[in-house]
């Protein structure tokens, strides 16, 4: 069965700080893998979508990397921002039906 | 850029009533669009494809007569909630897709309580 397992399951931080989320899959074959930013009460947005052959991508302060060896991601949030509460999920599609999986994602609290 | 807009973003009804949900994609068609379900502290669940002009694809354990689906335009699905009960209450989520394979842009969500 394929899985997205997301560490941690909730962080707090101090605003000005950088944290690392991770998101582990088994999904295979594997097409691309997102890193949504969803605010409470609100729809998941985009924040970055890799392929395969890709190993880092970055939107602003966020830096997303892809090792698919060892099916290993992570979101790295650098000087943290208090509007970057939120819960961050890592969504893997696979080629096999398009399927999308998604993991339960990370709730980022961040305080002055 | 693109936008999905979803209505209403939260709604309240009674036990045993019907409440329909919109999902409209803005500047762009969609012929596909996904509905998706959200538990509190919980991640997103596909409940179904809707597709434009045909019937919507289920996921195992939704029950269709429940979860009415129209998608009768290019911009355009609805997700009806009938005989609601207490335990629909929920996060009802759309998406559509973009032009980048596998990527898709959100709703904002409707949040459902039945009273």
């Known amino acids: 069965k394929n899985q997205v397992e997301q560490s941690p399951q909730s962080l707090i931080i101090l605003e000005g700080k950088n944290c690392t989320l991770q998101?582990?899959?088994?999904?295979?074959?594997?097409?691309?893998l997102r890193w949504y930013k969803q605010d409470t009460g609100r729809g998941p947005v985009s924040l970055t979508i890799?392929?395969?052959?890709?190993n880092t991508k970055s939107n602003g302060r966020y830096t997303a990397t892809l090792d698919a060896d060892t099916k290993q991601s992570s979101l790295h949030i650098t000087a943290s921002q208090l509007s970057d509460s939120a819960s961050y999920i890592c969504?893997?599609?696979?080629?096999?039906?398009?399927?999308?999986?998604f993991g339960d994602g990370t709730t980022l609290t961040v305080k002055p | 850029g693109a936008v999905v807009s979803q209505h209403p973003s939260w709604v309240i009804c009674k036990s045993g009533t019907s409440v329909k949900i919109e999902c409209r994609s803005l500047?762009?068609?969609?012929?596909?669009m996904f509905w998706y379900r959200q538990f509190p502290k919980q991640s997103l669940m596909l409940m179904a494809t809707?597709?434009?002009?045909?019937?919507?694809?289920?996921e195992q354990g939704v029950e269709k007569d429940k979860f009415l689906i129209n998608h009768a335009s290019l911009t355009l699905s609805t997700l009806t909630v009938t005989s609601a009960h207490p335990e629909d209450s929920s996060f009802y989520i759309c998406?559509?897709?973009?032009?980048?394979?596998?990527?898709?842009?959100f709703g904002q969500g409707t949040r459902l309580t039945v009273v």
């Open positions: 998406s559509a897709p973009t032009g980048t394979v596998g990527s898709a842009f």
């Open positions: 998101c582990n899959y088994t999904v295979s074959p594997f097409s691309n």
């Open positions: 890799m392929t395969f052959s890709e």
């Open positions: 969504v893997v599609r696979g080629t096999n039906a398009g399927k999308s999986t």
């Open positions: 500047d762009f068609q969609a012929t596909t």
């Open positions: 809707s597709n434009e002009g045909s019937k919507a694809t289920y």
